[in-house]
């Protein structure tokens, strides 16, 4: 049945009154209320078509400059904020092309050197915040404080504990274990709820007793101080205030009395210090860490083999306090070997610190303590710790690690010599 007479027009009516074809609505009476443009969005017509042809171009002309742009800039070799090597373009070979590693390495080549790599990285953890994320990249944004997530102990674990017994063995001193809890530990209250972490509580306990050592307590001397600020914000080491607590617990293993907190004026030699997990994260909206001394550098020599003789090292390296690696201002950064020395300490001891980074911040404490601390670091000093113990005449050992270093690093083979 056809439409009564007159009813298209009086549609078209309605639908003028509504807004419909000239876009403009009215209300009864024939008022206008708001103009808005419908058919060139909704229909057909060319403009949809232009517009998207228009996106595409745009998109692929900034692809290309950021092309353009890789290639024209120099490649860089060392990234400040991420604190580490960066991948070089690969070599094309027959080899490499068969074996698959030029696609790989080409990959890694490519993401390290993108253009403006840095600022990326941070709008991209910035859109997965706002999204709700909590984690990034194996670390948990807490607040304004940063956490490592850390690895579960496995099978390098175990190794590690091997080699330590079989440094205990052959060494003609005392030996400790002293394991530092990392953040995601002491500050475990801080955590997304949910989020899985390492319990590296049970591990302390446990390798210990598997063991039989002599343990320096670092767990319970900062779980009973967690208020306070032992670890930075932003980076994955303890502050010199939880050194402080960690040199208390180590002179109380060694049967030696820690000079009083009381008897240190901290200074601030920095205000803005992003560590390590401001760099893993891609988080770097919170506001920097600030960065303390403690223990004043008169009278205190640090020394490290050079060359076939000694280099005279500043306790304090205050060039790094420019750089982002502020936390190598301790000692210098890492070294394979190096002796602080005290004539004025407390005692006339010598100790010997088998160790990682966290150890760089708490020997100004135990150079107050002890007539002479020898650092090495298993990543770069491959002869024997034990006979370095003997040739050096100290009265004990410290293999002194964070857990999440201890768990995973694989140079501790090195222990057993």
Known sequence: MGAPAGAGQRNCRALADAGGIDGVHRVSGGQQLQSVFVFPLLGGGGVTKRYGMFLSVLFCA????????????????????????LAKRPDFTATSIADGTFMTDAEDYIADQFPGRDGWTGLKARAEQLLG????????????????????????????????????????????????????????????????????????QRALEETGLFGVDYLSALQGRAGE??????????????AYYGYAALCEALDE???????????????????TLYSTSGVHWLTPDT??????????????????????????????????????????????ECVVKNPNAATDRKILLIRDSYA????????????????????????????????????????SYSVQNFVTDKNLVFLRR
């Not at 807490?142 to 496995?154: S, V």
């Not at 600020?229 to 939880?242: E, F, I, P």
């Not at 020599?301 to 306090?321: F, I, K, N």
Request: contains cysteine.
């Open 62 to 85: 900034f692809l290309c400059g950021l092309g353009a742009l890789h290639l024209a800039l120099p490649d860089r070799a060392w990234s400040e904020t991420e604190n580490r090597t």
């Open 133 to 204: 994320k909590s984690e990034f990249r194996g670390v948990y944004l807490c607040g304004d404080t940063l956490i490592n997530r850390g690895d579960e102990p496995g099978e390098q674990a175990e190794k590690n504990l091997g080699y330590v017994s079989a440094l205990a063995e052959t060494a003609e001193v005392p030996v400790y274990l002293g394991l530092i809890p990392t953040a995601s530990e002491i500050w475990a209250d801080r955590l997304p709820a949910g989020a899985p972490v390492p319990n590296q509580s049970a591990f302390i």
């Open 229 to 242: 600020k032992l670890y930075y914000r932003t980076d994955h080491h303890w502050t010199s205030l939880g």
């Open 257 to 275: 009395e820690a000079v009083s907190l009381d008897s240190f004026t901290p200074k601030t030699v920095s205000c803005d210090f992003n560590g």
């Open 291 to 336: 960065m303390e001394y403690y223990v004043p550098e008169e009278g205190v020599t640090v020394t490290a083999p050079q060359g076939g003789g000694e280099e005279s090292l500043p306790l304090y390296d205050r060039s790094y306090l420019t750089k982002k690696d502020k936390y190598s201002s301790f000692l210098g950064g890492n070294r394979p």
């Open 360 to 399: 760089d911040a708490m020997a100004p404490f135990l150079s107050q303590t002890f007539a002479e601390v020898h650092l090495l670091d298993l990543r770069y000093y491959r002869l024997s710790p034990a006979e370095y113990a003997r040739e050096n005449g100290v009265d004990g050992i410290v293999v």
